[in-house]
């Protein structure tokens, strides 16, 4: 009853015992890191370090967004606080619009109507000093076909500097990565503002332009924004609208207002009155002015639209001091699904603050705009209409969950995508699989990877999350980190797990962790050593599989041999059936592997003859799973 020929076998055991090392935490450190503790930014033991510091900005915004040609004028005052300990010469901006600038570096392709002049800066004011804005200027640096723009300073450390900027430009309609036009009258618009780039500890400015894949490294501030549009349009955005009586009629507003405290669904903008119209307030210049305030926030980004439907809600996220959530969809009438979004947009967040990651939920708002994307903003999500419930559920529960990573923990993700796409794969999975029982979802992204999983693109996580396009940074960065977590989750238990990344979240919020600072949290908090865990998935190339070996009686028991032969070590999940139908299903969690074995026999009671016996299952990838049956299957 043996799998194997004792040769293979015995090579099997040869070739694991090699590759699965014993426990230690001695994951691999760069030097920078390893400066970071050296100058107390960063402890060893997960926590910030007390020289611990991080730049801000607070962005107070007046755009003119024009919905028919898609022309956006802001202007900005930025006020940008430099806590680091060094003068900097410059700072650095992002132009993020530039995406779409004729000649410009992108992952992907836009729509060639698409392509013109990008951000047009027109003034550029420093600390009150007017600066000469246009490339060649002799203090505005325009790098990489302007997407990096620096200013020259100096700016001196623990100095606050005001930074006045009026640009504007032609926001992209034909390809809608992640924003753009959504119809002729609807958009969406993100990464639509100069803004300050990131100056951290660990790589100093960052001065990556944007590609289009990288999502979000950002420093946090507070927005003071005021949108500008014909006076017909909608404005919905990140935070909490200021004046609804100055923008909508009355019965509207105050229709709004009730959303704001009713747990019930309000239909702020129904079918009725979308065909009778008069939502929005008449204004004596053709314009109404919508002024939104949010706390803190990573970014911000604005959707409006003309002739949307606008169900809001609201929720007690905080039993302990009452906070309220107001949950809300703007959605074409003609988008089936979108008519439950604002239901499960509001589930999902009870769910997020209840259970897991059982945080109440950070922001006031939280806004699902019918764009045309699956993507994820501060308090704004643009998801484009789904045709399959299931999927619908998981991609608004996903893009939500993002709100915690990577927006209240500001990961940067241009390094680390798994550091938030994992989390929000790990959340949807468990929020999806509660609110939606007719069939049990598989991880976002699992099939997938589990067909390539041993081929090239199945990198270790850190070196594939940082590769832009590709298979290998969508395994790494979804997938991937997800089925980590669970086998945490798994080899903890669930409240254990929870609070161990409870305290991750207190750590960290609203400042910038790095993979380390979240290894040495885990380890920290659990007091176990986790390289033998971390290692092989995150740093090692290597892969998921098992194989099931020896199969045999001994008296009362049956010894099931199961055989690592992939350096990653997973849970073993073993599905017994006997000669009389009977079922038995065993589970061990992935710290059988702790010691680094290279198998493992699992005894169980003899029910008389065993029919079949089947490795794995459908939470566990394996490269493999051909070798997983007992009998073995007869090609
Ligand atoms: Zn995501």
Known sequence: MTRYSAPTLTLLLLLSATEARSQTSDIFVPNEVRSAYENGTRSEDGNPGPNYWQNGADYEMHIRFDPVSGELIGSETITY?????????????????????????????????????????????????????????????????????????????????????????????GSHGRSGGVDSTSWFNAYFFPRIAVRDDIDGWDSSPHLGTAEFYNDFGDFDVTIEVPQDYVVWATGLLQNPEEVLVSEIASRYRAALESDGMVHIVDPAALEAGGITAVAPGGTNSWRFRAEYVPDFAFAVSDHYLWDASSLVVDPATGRRVLIDAAYNPESADFYEVAEVARNSIDYMSREFPGVPFPYPQETVFNGLSEMEFPMMVNDVSVEDRQYMISLTSHEIFHTYFPFWMGINEIKYAWMDEGWATFGDYFITNRLYTEEPLRLFGMDMFEAEAGGWNDLPIMAGSGQGKSPAYFFASYPKPAFFYLMLRDMWGEDRFREVIQEFLRRWNGKHPTPWDFFNTLEDETGDSLGWLIRPWFFDYGTADLVLG????????????????????????????????????????????????????????????????????????????????????VP
């Open 81 to 173: 606080r430099n806590e680091s300990p060094d003068s900097l010469r410059s700072l650095v901006l992002k132009l993020m619009p530039n995406l779409f600038k004729r000649g410009s570096a992108r992952d992907g392709a836009i729509a060639p109507e698409d392509a013109g002049a990008g951000v047009t800066l027109t003034a550029v004011t420093l600390n009150g000093e007017s600066l000469n804005p246009a490339p060649g200027g002799d203090r505005v640096n325009h790098f990489m076909n302007g997407n990096i723009v620096a200013i020259r300073g100096p700016v001196a450390p623990g100095s606050t500097t005001t930074l006045s900027i009026d640009w504007h430009q032609m926001v992209n309609r």
């Open 550 to 633: 020896d199969v045999f009686r001994e008296g009362d028991t049956w010894r099931i041999e199961v055989v690592r032969v992939g350096a990653n070590p997973v849970p073993i999940d073993i599905a017994v059936t006997w000669a009389d139908d009977r079922e038995t299903e065993l589970h061990e969690p992935v710290s059988v592997w702790r010691e680094g074995a290279g198998s493992h026999v699992i005894e169980v009671p003899a029910h008389g003859e065993i029919r079949q016996v089947v490795l794995g299952n459908d939470i566990t990838p394996d490269a493999n799973p051909a070798d997983n049956r007992y009998p073995p299957e």
